[in-house]
């Protein structure tokens, strides 16, 4: 399962947010194979690994001892997308009739097409189930993608950015080890078990041998942004640099870069707001599967393993089983909110629009024959806490109109469902 020109203040995070539900999405809990065409709930996976979400819900897991790679579509039911069941190197075609070798990662783009790293190198699986080579002839640990569609190759101890050619341009890590914060990114010495991409390009490194989270922008500075290198579980409600982690085996980012950490060793899955405060939301630090229909907070994980974030959840990878923890909270999403040419700003007396994840129950349309409503479909939006009128609201998307006597500088945009706020985002008003 990824931050910058736009800024997002410090906020916290509203309380419902920490009192989310954790089900079951796929998977009985028992290791075999079986069910493809059914309930997902109904189906068995052996040994679930890596996990990701594309933006229309669908969530794609490695079921690695069933050498397949399977999706659980966003109506509940399971198919096979990838694999034979077969330990064998990929072929060329349909992507359910090749084998794969040891596969270490996936990633999805938000069109569905699917990456697969595995011992061979990366192939790509296109949204009609084609397989093709990206890189072969060197084993490839795992893949992140952006929605730009850029990919990156993921090493033991680096990470690539991957060319039009099929190589890979070191961007980050020259060995194993612990050390290079606060210097260029290429120079620092890291162990990766994942790695993730923001909206803006950032790339973020689980390092679950040094405790830590870290993070950098390709051609710049690596620094650490959670974990104080010590094992342990401690800091939740302050600053995630001083917080501990136990040996984090993956990371994913949401649309509007906040991170969510598989903190594997305290069974429990962290999350790193914009304003760099750390917290659980999911986990009660004990090591049996239990709690689904409850609090995630309350739940506890047998194996937990890899994290992916989409608008509608953060899934994870527990003991034969995927697990989805609901978000409901409006997400801004980075640079989320354009104007006039779709540039990331607000021009008063003038449309704009604004990008993310839950702003809506329902889909709504204002009536154009009356002055635009300041609440629509349950959604407000204010601007530095003036409600503006709204042309349109569906789940990802929100249509409005600014007011016409709207000072220029800086505003705070803040979407509202129900009552409940998103983070704010800041944007340049004219």
């Known amino acids: 399962m990824k931050f910058t020109k736009t800024l997002f203040p410090a906020l916290a995070f509203c309380a419902g947010a920490y009192g989310q539900i954790i089900s079951t999405v796929g998977g009985t809990g028992e290791p075999g194979y079986g069910g493809d065409g059914g309930p997902a709930i109904h189906a068995q996976f052996n040994d679930p690994r890596h996990v990701a979400v594309d933006a229309a819900g669908n969530v794609f897991v490695v079921d690695t001892n069933n050498v397949r790679v399977r999706k659980?579509?966003?109506?509940?039911?399971?198919v096979t997308v990838a694999g034979t069941g077969e330990a064998a190197e990929p072929t060329k075609g349909a992507a359910t009739k090749s084998g794969f070798l040891g596969i270490g990662g996936l990633a999805v783009m938000e069109n569905g097409t699917l990456y697969i790293a595995d011992a061979t190198g990366l192939q790509k699986v296109d949204p009609s189930g084609a397989l093709s080579f990206v890189v072969t002839g060197q084993s490839v640990q795992g893949v992140a993608v952006t929605g730009g569609a850029t990919v990156y190759l993921i090493g033991v101890a680096d990470v690539s950015l991957l060319g039009?050619?099929?190589?890979?341009?070191?961007?980050?890590?020259?060995d194993l080890g612990d050390s290079g914060d606060g210097g260029p990114a290429a120079k620092a010495k890291f162990f990766v078990s994942q790695a993730a991409v923001d909206l803006a390009g950032n790339v973020y490194v689980a390092?679950?041998?040094?405790n830590r989270v870290r993070k950098f922008a390709p051609g710049g500075v690596i620094n650490t942004i959670a974990g104080n290198g010590s094992a342990g579980f401690s800091g939740?409600?302050?600053l995630a640099v001083h917080a501990q982690l136990n040996r984090p085996e993956s990371i994913a980012v949401d649309v509007a870069g906040n991170i969510y950490i598989a903190d594997t060793e305290n069974f429990r899955?962290?999350?790193?707001?914009?304003?760099?405060?750390?917290?659980?939301?999911?986990?009660?630090?004990?090591s049996s599967p239990s709690g689904d229909g409850g609090p995630a907070s309350r739940a506890s994980f047998g194996a937990l393993f890899d994290v992916a974030v989409g608008c509608g959840g953060v899934y994870v990878t527990d003991i034969q089983s995927v697990r989805k923890i609901s978000l409901t909270a409006p997400l801004i999403a980075y640079n989320g909110v354009l104007g006039a040419a779709a540039n990331p700003s607000i021009t008063a007396g003038q449309a704009f629009s604004i990008s993310g994840c839950n702003f809506a129950?329902?889909?709504a349309t204002a009536d154009r024959n009356q002055p635009l409503p300041q609440k629509l479909g349950g959604t407000t939006v204010t601007l530095n806490g003036v409600?503006?009128?709204?042309?349109?609201?569906?789940?990802?998307?929100?249509?409005g109109v600014a007011p016409a006597g709207?000072?220029?500088?800086?505003?705070?945009?803040?979407?509202?469902?129900?009552g409940t706020p998103s983070a704010p985002l800041i944007v340049n008003a004219h």
């Open 361 to 363: 129950e329902t889909s």
């Open 387 to 399: 409600p503006t009128g709204l042309s349109s609201v569906a789940t990802t998307r929100i249509m």
């Open 164 to 174: 039009p050619n099929g190589m890979g341009k070191l961007i980050a890590g020259s």
């Open 406 to 418: 709207m000072e220029a500088g800086a505003i705070k945009v803040v979407v509202s469902v129900n």
């Open 72 to 78: 659980i579509s966003a109506n509940g039911r399971v």
């Open 207 to 210: 390092d679950k041998e040094a």
């Open 236 to 238: 939740d409600g302050g």
């Open 269 to 286: 899955v962290r999350r790193v707001g914009t304003d760099g405060v750390i917290n659980t939301i999911a986990g009660s630090g004990q």
